[in-house]
């Protein structure tokens, strides 16, 4: 017997199976989806079986042929799996063995009996006196006839999922009760569940929401996890002994053969997006495993990615509303404090007067207050006041930020992770006229802290957040108020569900506003209205107060007024006039190389096969950030009808070393 095997691995894009024999003692056991061992170069890695030839006497070979070395008969990837792979390979142009890869079972030398199988618990969460296994409890609030009117309208498609859903709710309006509601009826199926969320950070609070009502039917799956709570969460699930999955992107990857739903809340982060090959979107991926095993997909946001509202209006996507928030809650009011006037004022503080005042008369109330600025440090850059020179990183191109660690004055760099001293001299001129501009996360907690003495004020962003248990523990003080000002970036913005939290101060609305790509007023106009929406909940009204120098930006504007429908219309005309998706996909190719020449020269003669090939594309030029980690980068990007792309593959598979990027979320 020989067999056609997937290896986990990276291979020539005209080659995706080799051809191995099969063991006597092994021949009984083999089947289509196998996960085996193989002898691959000089190592043993492991492979999927994608075909199996019984009769090999008829067939000749140029080769030896190698054995298979052993079978893992815990697992078989399910055939919906294996088309979901090539699926991924085709769509977003990486080689079968790194699709497959995606879906087989975490590494692992043996398993441990120690292994906490409660979800909560491998969260790093405190629950105790659980119900039984599998007893659901009357922990889950009851709906209101809007979410009852949009629950029911969703139990008619569990069922006979025709197309995926969208929940589109404004923050606050109870879409976790609805997801909840849902997967108890799906339960009644004996169905499998799978809850994604964006960030690993986000897990505990859903997770504990979930194990509440569901308690010993959730496992929990990401990156966070020991390699011990990876397999063993895997393996519950393959088995169909949780019912639950729920994490970040990694969550949607553990094969079912009993799936019936699939929930991506906040189906608009960024976060959804690997940024490593193979660069696949979790939402596109849901879809397609969605259809192949007969679930419904239901996306869940406040503010939906254009392409995906779009897909909603022209029908692709069912579409249900939530326009009002949870037990009557109005959403906050907003007002925009133009920073122009602030000078006038002689006020040089990034706190505005308005600011100020609001925050005192909340600390005055005994209330919290959340301050957000997208940006971490003291200041954006350091410059010399005599000459203009921008203190840069060695290794790339863009300025460093000024930190203080451990009372001490640093410049980093939030690419390569580069630090070095402030210097003390300008290394251009030798002046000592070295001025810090703009400001940063710590700049806003010192001045705060100036400000207002008295209160108890702590700041949060991606290297204070750094595991699970700190999220937990800020999430815990937050509730038990030991914080009455929050500071942070925009890990603030993301489900965060804090009772008395009356004023959200947006510091710098124009934070990236500016950038030169097509989605900046778009992750602007989501990120204040997903921040002001931390305001605001059952016993008040609430309040934001955004800072800006262009308060007569559109997303601004129309974030202030949480009106997203009016976004959307002006959004959707520019980008139908511009052509950018969801008008056409693009595909990012970026050459990147430690010789400036080489990276030119490489996208250089792919911009000449693109050519030939008639395949419309915008450049070749200089990356916007145009030296990485010491390597120079030069990028071109593709547009494009139709995704696969057959000429755009066979470009891609002359230089597929290159960093091919389908439907980028970023082209920096």
Not at 305 to 332: D, S
Not at 365 to 394: D, H, W, Y
Not at 538 to 549: E, F, M
């Amino acid at each position: 017997m020989i067999c056609e095997v997937i290896p986990e691995k990276r291979t020539s894009p005209d080659k995706d199976t080799f051809t191995y024999k099969v063991p006597s003692n092994l021949e009984k056991e083999i089947q289509i989806g196998s996960v085996i061992s193989i002898p691959f170069g000089k190592k043993n890695i492991r492979g999927v079986i994608a075909k199996i030839l019984v009769d090999d006497s008829k067939i000749s070979f140029e080769y030896k042929i190698k054995e298979i070395q052993s079978i893992n008969p815990d697992f078989i990837i399910p055939d919906q799996y294996i088309e979901t792979a090539k699926w991924i390979s085709e769509y977003y142009l990486c080689s079968l063995g790194e699709a497959i890869e995606l879906f087989l079972p975490p590494r692992i030398s043996r398993t441990r009996n120690s292994v906490v199988s409660l979800a909560c618990r491998q969260a790093g969460c405190q629950l105790s006196a659980l119900p039984a296994c599998g007893q659901v409890v009357s922990k889950k609030a009851e709906l209101n006839s809007e979410q009852l009117e949009v629950f029911n309208e969703l139990k008619q498609k569990i069922d006979n999922p025709k197309k995926p859903a969208l929940l589109f709710g404004v923050t606050g309006s109870g879409k976790t009760e609805v997801y909840i509601k849902l997967v108890e009826e799906v339960l009644r199926s004996n169905k499998q569940i799978i809850v994604l969320t964006p960030e690993i950070m986000l897990t505990p609070q859903i997770v504990n929401k979930f194990e509440e009502c569901f308690p010993g039917l959730v496992c929990l799956m990401h990156s966070g996890l020991s390699a011990s709570q990876k397999y063993k969460s895997y393996k519950d699930f393959y088995n169909n002994e949780k019912k639950i999955m729920i994490g970040p992107r990694s969550a949607l990857l553990v094969p079912s053969n009993n799936l019936g739903l699939i929930i991506i809340d906040e189906e608009q982060e960024d976060a959804y997006k690997q940024e490593k090959d193979p660069r696949y979107h979790a939402v596109s991926i849901a879809e397609i495993i969605a259809k192949k095993t007969e679930s419904l997909l239901l996306l869940g946001s406040a503010t939906p990615r254009i392409e995906t509202y779009h897909k909603a209006i022209k029908g692709e996507y069912e579409l249900f509303n939530l326009k009002n928030r949870y037990q009557k809650m109005i959403l906050p009011t907003a007002e925009i404090v133009d920073l122009k006037n602030e000078i006038k004022y002689d006020n040089l503080s990034p706190i505005s007067g308005k600011l100020q005042k609001k925050i005192q008369e909340v600390l005055d109330n005994k209330r919290q207050i959340i301050l957000f600025l997208n940006r971490r440090g003291m200041a954006t850059f350091v410059s010399c006041r005599e000459c203009g020179e921008v203190i840069l990183c060695p290794n790339c191109s863009v300025p460093m930020i000024y930190h203080v660690y451990d009372k001490k004055n640093i410049l980093d760099c939030h690419h390569c992770d580069f630090k070095t001293k402030v210097p003390d001299i300008c290394p251009e001129c030798g002046s000592q006229k070295i001025k810090f501009f703009g400001a940063g996360v710590d700049k806003i907690e010192s001045e705060v802290i100036n400000m207002f003495p008295k209160a108890r004020i702590r700041k949060v962003d991606a290297k204070s957040l750094s595991n699970k248990n700190d999220y937990i523990k800020l999430h815990q003080d937050i509730k038990d108020h030991k914080i009455d000002i929050l500071i942070g970036t925009q890990i603030l913005a993301k489900g965060l569900d804090i009772p008395a939290v009356d004023l959200v101060g947006v510091i710098s609305a124009d934070t990236g506003l500016h950038l030169p790509y097509y989605r900046a007023g778009e992750k602007v106009f989501s990120l204040i209205t997903q921040v002001s929406g931390r305001s605001g909940r059952k016993d008040n009204v609430g309040q934001t107060i955004i800072q800006t120098y262009w308060p007569e930006s559109n997303a601004v504007l129309l974030a202030a007024k949480h009106d997203y429908h009016t976004f959307y219309e002006s959004e959707i005309k520019d980008r139908e006039k511009l052509g950018y998706p969801p008008f056409c996909h693009l595909v990012s190719v970026v050459s990147e190389n430690a010789n400036e020449s080489k990276a030119k020269n490489e996208i250089n003669e792919i911009a000449e096969k693109l050519k030939k090939g008639k395949i419309n594309f915008i450049g070749p030029a200089k990356c916007f950030l145009s030296r990485i980690n010491n390597k120079y980068r030069y990028h071109l990007i593709i547009k494009t009808d139709k995704l696969p792309n057959s000429k755009i593959t066979e470009v891609f598979k002359t230089n597929p070393y290159l960093v091919w990027d389908v439907d980028p979320v970023d082209l920096l």
